[in-house]
Structure formats: structure tokens, C-alpha cells
């Protein structure tokens, strides 16, 4: 089991900027990423990378404005996210797990415990 622990949320105005951590006990998973929840509706991926080759997925929502990337000798992944608007509000998580379809989530069987992410108008 990998031990994912997140860090970098809190609260910003629209147009600004947030850069979320993701630490894993151990780097031993195919894929590494951040997935999002609001209230009152069901958890999305959000940007997605390949450890190995560094192919990064997004969701078409945060193209452009979000970056995915990783420091592999830090067993960290970063999400950096510019551009916030107020529906990019959510808990965000990290996970890690492996193949299959890069945005489904039954793929990733390692989470974070979240942390929240606040845009304000």
C-alpha cells in the first residue's frame, strides 16, 4: 500500500493561482494524480501522469490552465493550477494506481485524505 499525503490547498480569489503536493511513501505506481470533488457532486479526475514515460492526462476543463508534473527523486507529484475560477472549489486528492483508463478511478487504489481548494468570485 503507498501512503499518499497532500498539501498546497486553501483559499484564493478567481485568476489566482494554487500549487498542490502529493508525497508517496514509495514511488511504485504506474500512474500519479489528482482527482476532484465538489458538493453534491460525484469525484472527477482532474490531471493524470504516466511515472514512467511523463505522459500527462487532463481533463478537458483545466487544459491550459492546470499543469501536471512529478520529481521522481522526491516521490512527489505537483499539481499546479493557474486561472482558478469558483467552480475549481473541491476537495482535491491525490492518487496513485495503475493501466486502464486514465480517468476512472476504480484504476487508482491509493488515496491522499484531501485538501481543500476555495476559489472565491
Known amino acids: 500500500q503507498v501512503q499518499l499525503v497532500e498539501s498546497g490547498g486553501g483559499s484564493v480569489q478567481a485568476g489566482g493561482s494554487l500549487r498542490l503536493s502529493c508525497v508517496a511513501s514509495?514511488?511504485?505506481?504506474?500512474?500519479m494524480g489528482w482527482f476532484r470533488q465538489a458538493p453534491g457532486k460525484e469525484r472527477e479526475a482532474v490531471a493524470i501522469?504516466?511515472?514512467?514515460?511523463?505522459?500527462?492526462y487532463y481533463a478537458d476543463s483545466v487544459k491550459g490552465r492546470f499543469t501536471i508534473s512529478q520529481d521522481k527523486a522526491k516521490r512527489t507529484v505537483y499539481l499546479q493550477m493557474n486561472s482558478l475560477k469558483p467552480e475549481d472549489t473541491a476537495i482535491y486528492y491525490c492518487?496513485?494506481?495503475?493501466?486502464?483508463?486514465?480517468?476512472?478511478?476504480?484504476?487508482?487504489?491509493?488515496w491522499g485524505q484531501g485538501t481543500q481548494v476555495t476559489v472565491s468570485a
Open positions: 514509495v514511488y511504485s505506481t504506474n500512474r
Open positions: 501522469i504516466t511515472t514512467g514515460s511523463g505522459v500527462t
Open positions: 492518487a496513485a494506481g495503475h493501466g486502464g483508463f486514465w480517468y476512472d478511478e476504480r484504476r487508482y487504489n491509493n
